[in-house]
């Protein structure tokens, strides 16, 4: 559907003009690996964070600390986050002074400290101990340690089209812009995790990599996807494919528009894309969460002239974050962000062929699902 290198651009450092001083930019990967003496398998994610960095450029600013909160204070900094979801699920912040940011235009070469990001690599460690961890909770972290080296191949990438097309991006229309470099990526190298070896294989990574940047975050904020993908109906692992849905709440000029997702999915060689900025698909979708005592459920819907499909994804809460982000307003309006990396579901998958008729296709289960909620 898209050529990759085509839209390398989109995946670039976006934080200049305006931006500068009031915009992030995130570049979120997330994959699975093993333990090399028990073979536990462990899903892990890994974030390069940066917000508001001509603010306050030599110095940390944290915008939840008691008296920049009394104050009003804006964030500024670079944040690298990384952890885990599972039974010992956790988020490790670590955080730099933007002025110690080295990027080397025109491509994604990112380093900060021992982190380096770009589209072939990623490495880099964090650590956060008990004590601080309890004494600084403007840190929004929880304690440990975790390193990574791992090399990226992004196999399909999803690009929303209009949404962050150059005129789009130049004169802001969107509050959150998001951008799919790696919607299936492989990942290979290793991770420790708080003195555990895991080891990383293109096969079994699972792996996803993509980037949102803006001034604010959406409300409500829905996220799903998986790239490990079975047919339900022939029993046949589909290799070459992937989900990716993302949206809420976009806002255009400022403007809500209301319960609007962008949803890409492919199926070996066949793809479908419900794509609410481009008026031209007439796509539609809806979504619906149910909150239970110990599970979250996503319930999608989207169509277009030619196809319907239905999912359905469940997380276990015990498996999940509560993910923590400060907006560039120095607001933290996401107390409730649930994310995850296990989930699972299905997938089913219809085509229209009369009035009000719809015939079946295909019923895939998706595993290893990334997935995130939250609303304020």
Same mark, same amino acid.
């Given at each position: ?119 072939? /690599?990623? $490495? &880099?460690? *964090?650590?956060? +101990? ?6 600084? !909770? ?47 990526? /492989?990942? $290979? &190298?290793? *991770?420790?995790? +708080? ?6 294989? !293109? ?50 000029? &400022? ?122």
């Amino acid at each position: 559907m898209f050529d990759a290198k085509r839209y390398l651009h989109r995946n670039l450092f976006m934080l200049k003009g305006r931006y500068a001083r009031r915009g992030y930019d995130r570049w979120y990967h997330s994959f699975t690996g093993h333990n090399t003496i028990t073979g536990e398998e462990k899903a892990f994610f890994i974030e390069y964070f940066v917000i508001n960095p001509n603010l306050y450029p030599d110095r940390v600013v944290l915008a939840q600390r008691s008296d920049n909160l009394m104050y009003g204070v804006r964030p500024s900094y670079v944040m690298i986050k990384a952890g885990c979801w599972g039974k010992d699920a956790k988020q490790i912040n670590n955080f730099f002074p933007s002025s110690e940011l080295v990027y080397k235009k025109p491509k994604l070469d990112f380093q900060i400290g021992s982190c380096i990001l770009s589209e072939q /690599e990623i $490495s &880099g460690a *964090v650590s956060v +101990d008990k004590e601080e961890a309890i004494r600084y !909770p403007e840190c929004m972290t929880n304690s440990g340690s975790m390193s990574w080296n791992l090399k990226v191949s992004k196999k399909i990438p999803y690009c929303t089209g209009y949404s962050t097309s150059w005129f789009f991006r130049t004169f802001h229309f969107f509050e959150m812009y998001w951008h799919v470099q790696g919607a299936k990526t /492989e990942y $290979s &190298g290793k *991770v420790m995790l +708080d003195g555990n070896t895991y080891e990383v294989k !293109p096969g079994t990574s699972y792996g996803y990599a993509d980037k949102n940047w803006g001034v604010d975050f959406t409300n409500p904020w829905v996220w799903l996807a998986s790239c490990d993908i079975t047919s339900l109906v022939t029993g046949k692992s589909l290799q070459n494919s992937c989900l990716a849905v993302g949206g809420g709440t976009p806002k255009v000029l &400022g403007i809500p528009i209301k319960n609007k997702l962008l949803i890409y999915l492919k199926l070996e060689d066949q793809e479908y894309e419900f794509n609410f900025s481009n008026i031209f698909k007439r796509s539609s979708t809806s979504f619906t969460m149910f909150e239970e005592e110990e599970e979250l459920h996503w319930c999608v819907t989207a169509e277009n002239p030619q196809y319907l499909i239905d999912i359905s994804v469940f997380c276990s809460k015990d498996e999940m974050i509560k993910i923590n982000y400060e907006a560039p307003n120095g607001k933290k309006l996401h107390n409730n962000l649930w994310n995850g990396g296990n989930g699972h579901g299905e997938i089913k998958i219809f085509r229209k062929v009369a009035s009000k008729e719809l015939e079946f296709l295909d019923n895939v289960s998706i595993g290893h699902v990334g997935c995130e909620y939250g609303k304020y």
